[in-house]
């Protein structure tokens, strides 16, 4: 099984950073504070756009363990006893809600927003804990 971006993000996030930068061509004028302010944010929405390209997948699992995305688009393996624990995380702040995926590897803790998944939380954890071995309820 595989969980991934959706793929209206990494668009969105890169017409994003091409809409700041004309923003930045129609008002900045010729003040370079505003250009270095409007350019590093496109920059940085870019980086994160290109992330969710190179790096589409965020969460897969098999009968051996669970393959996570670390850093900017590296992956590491973890086999199922390295697993501590899965579950998901709720929690309201001044009236939002939100829910992450949280998979405790005892030395890292990774968390996966439904962004990240393609996926409600929920129904994650419940595949994974078909697939996992001996699961324990978390």
């Known amino acids: 099984m595989q969980w991934r971006v959706r793929p209206v993000l990494p668009v969105t996030k890169l017409m994003g950073a091409v809409a700041i930068v004309v923003l930045a061509a129609a008002f ?3 003040d370079p504070i505003r250009w270095a302010i409007g350019l590093i944010v496109a920059v940085a929405l870019a980086v994160w756009g290109l992330r969710d390209l190179f790096a589409p997948v965020r969460l897969a699992a098999d009968a051996s363990g669970v ?12 086999p199922w006893s390295a697993v501590e624990r899965v579950r998901v995380d ?25 962004n990240d998944l393609g ?15 001996n699961a324990a309820p978390a």
């Open 28 to 30: 900045a004028g010729p």
């Open 67 to 78: 393959t996570v995305v670390a850093g900017f688009a590296r992956r590491r393996h973890l």
């Open 90 to 114: 709720r929690r309201t702040h001044r009236g939002l809600r939100s829910e992450t995926l949280e998979l405790d590897a005892g030395d890292a803790i990774y968390l996966f927003s439904a």
């Open 119 to 133: 996926a409600l939380p929920e129904d994650v954890v419940a595949t994974l804990a078909d697939l996992r071995p």
